[in-house]
Structure formats: C-alpha cells, structure tokens
C-alpha cells in the first residue's frame, strides 16, 4: 500500500527565503513522486513529478525536489520565496499504475 | 488545447436534495477519476474510470453516490439524496494511460449542502 505524510500543515517564510515542504512516502514498489500545487478555488496543477532517473528533478516556477529513498522521502524547494507562491502544496505517490495517493496538503504563507 | 472541464463551479443545495455534477476530460485521455476533497484535505478518490469501465470504485458511497462514464468520455457523478457531510469540493482529473503520466485536474465543483 501507498500513503504520503506531509510534515506541517502550514508554512510561512519571507519573501526572498528558502521554502522547504517536506513530504515522505511508504510504497510496496519504486515509486512515481509528484508536487502539485493548487491555488483557492482552482484545481490542481502539476509542479514536478519524479519517475526514474535523476533524483533531483525540476519543475516550474522555480521550485525542485530530490528523491532520497534511503529517507523515502521528496522534500519541495524553492531557493527564494515569492508573493505568488503562496498556495496550497500537495505531495502525491502513484503505485505506477493508476492509483494516486494524496497527502493532506501544506499550505505556504510568503511574509513581505 | 483544451483542459479538463467542469460545471457547475458552484452548487447550493438543501439537504436531501439530489446534485449532479459533469467532467469532460482532455481529448485522448482514457482514465478518468472523480476526487472528493474536503476542506484542509488532500483530495481522495471516488471512482476511477479507463474507458468507460469503472475499474476502481471502492472508496464511492454506492447508497447515494452514482457515477457514469457511458461513451467512455464525459461523466457525470450524482449525488441522491445530499446529506451535510457532503459538502466538498469535488474534482475531475484525468490522464493517459499508465501511471507515470501526471493527473491533468478540472477546476472543480465546489458543493455546499444546507
């Protein structure tokens, strides 16, 4: 079985900080990892995704995470935080086939 | 190209009333899955279908949720009758076949139950 533990459901940094949101997996096989992020009263939108090969994996606006599965984990960066970046972030593991497990979110708050 | 489409946005219903709602997924996807997400919550699955097969449904409150994907395209997923734990943002998704593409989401539908 696969689950997806998000560490803080909320975060605030500065503008101009590092984000951090971490998140850990347990999975039975390799697993697929996602970062989605969804701003209030929008979908979900895809920020990165890792499926094999370079652990570290980049993604759009900035943001990247690494693949430690010694940890089993797949923590979301960001080198310095924006206005624009304040939304809600959901980690997600597929089983490689169809099943996507969400976590409970975390939700970024950017202090000017 | 266009997205995953979803209505209504919004939807405000009495209790015991009954509420459906309609995804149309991105052109060439064959899976399609409702999610439910609650307030503070990651979204959870209802129903996965590829084609119009209901391949994954046992997560869906079969008593008073009903879902269709009859031409193995559009959905709809109903609800009857709506009691207030139903109150949820209920999202469409969908994805090309094989668990390394990523989940292409609708803006979803937004349900208040009074």
């Known amino acids: 079985a696969q689950s997806v533990t998000q560490l803080g459901s909320h975060v605030s940094v500065s503008e101009g900080a590092l984000v951090l949101l971490r998140c850990n997996y347990s999975?039975?096989?390799?697993?697929?990892l996602f970062w989605y992020v969804q701003y209030p009263n929008q979908g979900l939108q895809l920020l990165l995704k890792y499926t094999t090969g370079a652990t570290l994996v980049k993604g759009i606006n900035g943001f990247e995470a690494e693949f430690k599965k010694s940890e089993t984990s797949f923590h979301l960066t960001k080198p310095s935080a924006h206005m624009s970046d304040a939304a809600e972030y959901f980690c997600?593991?597929?089983?490689?086939?169809?099943?996507?497990?969400f976590g409970t979110g975390t939700s970024l708050t950017v202090i000017p | 190209e266009a997205g995953v489409v979803q209505s209504p946005r919004y939807k405000i219903i009495e209790k015991k009333q009954p509420v459906a709602f309609w995804c149309n997924p991105i052109s060439g996807h064959n899976t399609l899955y409702w999610y439910r997400q609650n307030l503070g919550q990651g979204p959870e699955l209802l129903i996965r279908y590829e084609n119009e097969e209901a391949v994954d449904d046992s997560q869906l409150p079969k008593d008073r949720f009903s879902a269709e994907r009859l031409k193995g395209v559009d959905s709809t997923l109903k609800i009857q009758p709506a009691e207030l734990g139903d109150s949820a943002v209920y999202l469409c998704?969908?994805?090309?076949?094989?668990?390394?593409?990523?989940?292409?989401f609708g803006e979803g539908s937004r349900l208040t139950v009074l």
């Open positions: 998704a969908s994805s090309l076949e094989g668990g390394t593409g990523e989940l292409f």
């Open positions: 999975s039975s096989v390799p697993p697929y």
């Open positions: 997600a593991v597929s089983d490689q086939g169809n099943q996507f497990y």
